[in-house]
C-alpha cells in the first residue's frame, strides 16, 4: 500500500509529518509556503533507508528537501524519536546548536553548584512572561511564550555572565516547571520529567527536564 510523508519547509512548523493534515495545518493561508510529499509502501515500512520505497528512504529524501534545515529530535533514529512516536512530526528547524535545551548534557558538578536556589528577585528579562499562567485560563495559555521563557532561563544558567545572573534564571525554570505540574492540558509532558526529581537548583533530573522542553516547544511553536 502507498502512503505519503510530507516535509514542510516553510510554515508555521517545519520538519517532517506523518499525515497530510498535520502538513495542511502549516501550510494553510501561510505566505511563501514550501512543501513537498514523499511516497513510501507501507509493507517496507521497517527496511533501512537504502531501500527504495521503504520509510526510512523517504525520510532521508526529505531531508534532502529541507536542506539546510537541522533535525531538532532526540533520537539519532527518526522513526524510534518520541515526537514522531506519538505525534508523527519529526522537527527541522535553524535553531544553533547553542540554544536548545540540551545545553545541560555537558554540565559539570562545579556548574550545577553555580546554580543553586536563591532569593534574589530575577531581572526584568526574567520575569515578562514570569505570570503567564496567573493571567490566563488553562485553555487560552499560550504555551509557546512559557517554552520560549524556558529557553532563555536555560541559556542564562549555560552562558550568564554571573553566578547570580544564573542562579536566578534556575529559580524561575523551576517555577515553570511546578506550575506545569498543575496544568492538567500538559500532563502527558509532564509526565517526562515529574517522578524524576533531583537535588539541585532545578528540582529535576536535567536531562528529563531538558526533553520537556524539546517537547512543548515542538508541540507549541511560535505563531
Given amino acids: 500500500m502507498k502512503k505519503k510523508i510530507y516535509a514542510v519547509k516553510s510554515g508555521r512548523k517545519t520538519g517532517i509529518f506523518n499525515e497530510w493534515q498535520k502538513c495542511l495545518e502549516q501550510i494553510h493561508k501561510y505566505p511563501n509556503e514550501k512543501f513537498q510529499g514523499f511516497e513510501y509502501c507501507s509493507e517496507l515500512e521497517e ?30 533514529d527518526c522513526l524510534k524519536d518520541v515526537s514522531w512516536v506519538e505525534d508523527g512530526f519529526l522537527p527541522f528547524g535553524n535553531e544553533p546548536e547553542a540554544e536548545r535545551p540540551e545545553v545541560f548534557s555537558d554540565k559539570s558538578e562545579e556548574d550545577e553548584e553555580d546554580i543553586e536556589d536563591v532569593d534574589e528577585e530575577p531581572d526584568e528579562w526574567l520575569i515578562d512572561n514570569d505570570n503567564t499562567f496567573d493571567a490566563l485560563e488553562s485553555w487560552e495559555i499560550e504555551y509557546w511564550k512559557i517554552a520560549e521563557d524556558m529557553k532563555k532561563c536555560i541559556m542564562r544558567i549555560k552562558y550568564g555572565r554571573s553566578a547570580t545572573e544564573k542562579k536566578i534564571a534556575a529559580s524561575n525554570l523551576k517555577r515553570h516547571l511546578e506550575r506545569c505540574l498543575d496544568d492538567m492540558n500538559l500532563n502527558d509532558l509532564t509526565a517526562i520529567y515529574k517522578d524524576l526529581r533531583e537535588d539541585n537548583a532545578i528540582g529535576y533530573k536535567l536531562s528529563a527536564m531538558s526533553q520537556f522542553v524539546t517537547r512543548l516547544s515542538n508541540r507549541y511553536p511560535k505563531p
Fill in 47 to 76: 527496511e533501512p533507508e537504502n531501500v527504495p520505497g521503504s520509510l526510512r528512504y523517504a525520510i532521508k529524501e526529505a531531508k534532502e528537501f529541507l536542506g539546510d534545515l537541522v533535525y531538532l529530535g532526540e533520537s539519532a
